[in-house]
């Protein structure tokens, strides 16, 4: 496609159920990254998908956070029992191999709100 | 300490100033440096990127790096009301296996007509 892909734009969801967001990067980019950007604060880094490579998970806050990488090109992000902590936007990134932040294209995001 | 240091603002000027946007960080191991725009609602986008100390000039917005005081700069010229938005800075490690970046809070930055 033209661009990261992201869906939905915005999620409103109760506390303790489970949301899924998704991630569409550029065609041909193999590196995928979520981060999270919070109401005052930078964008958080979540984690990095590259080809075939075990994702880099470091910086999942919680075992309640997980995601997954399909045929190397879309992207699910899974909170599980959602707490109000979690309410941010969630930006997903993609870039060609080997071009780290200088090749970076961000999606606009998905707004969620835990209520 | 967060490793990344950068005024959130507001920062508000008229049309046509000059403005400065300024981080620090504290981490050497960092080599690269970007910096980014982001308009409301909207994902950040890549305006700058270098990897050396000195300027880099495109247009009229010249990214500066030292090194030595671990500071970085983000000169915009002749400010237009379409620069009106966040600025974020963001480092990456060198030799980072994920070249994942780490960003400062963001400058909101207004643009007065």
């Known amino acids: 496609g033209a661009g990261v892909s992201q869906s939905p734009s915005n999620k409103v969801t109760e506390k303790g159920k489970d949301v899924e967001l998704r991630c569409d990067p550029i065609s041909g980019h193999t590196a995928l990254y979520w981060y999270r950007q919070s109401l005052g604060q930078g964008l958080e880094f979540l984690i990095y998908?590259?080809?075939?490579?075990?994702?880099?998970k470091s910086g999942l806050p919680s075992d309640r956070f997980s995601a997954e990488r399909t045929g190397g090109s879309v992207s699910t992000l899974t909170i599980q029992r959602t707490q109000q902590e979690d309410s941010a936007v969630y930006l997903c990134a993609s870039s060609p191999v080997g071009t780290g932040g200088g090749g970076y294209t961000f999606g606009s995001g998905t707004r969620l709100t835990v209520v | 300490q967060k490793e990344v240091e950068q005024d959130p603002g507001p920062l508000s000027v008229p049309e046509g100033a000059i403005v400065s946007l300024n981080c620090t960080y504290s981490?050497?191991?960092?080599?690269?440096f970007m910096w980014y725009r982001q308009y409301s609602r909207k994902g950040p986008e890549l305006l700058m990127y270098?990897?050396?100390?000195g300027n880099k000039e495109d247009g009229r917005f010249t990214a500066q790096v030292d090194k030595s005081s671990k500071y970085i700069s983000l000169f915009i010229r002749d400010s237009q009301p379409s620069d009106s938005a966040t600025y974020l800075c963001?480092?990456?490690?060198?030799?980072?296996?994920?070249?994942?970046?780490?960003f400062g809070k963001g400058t909101k930055l207004s643009v007065i007509p």
């Open positions: 998908f590259q080809g075939n490579s075990a994702p880099d």
């Open positions: 963001a480092i990456q490690y060198s030799g980072a296996g994920s070249y994942q970046l780490t």
């Open positions: 270098t990897y050396s100390s």
């Open positions: 981490n050497s191991a960092f080599q690269y």
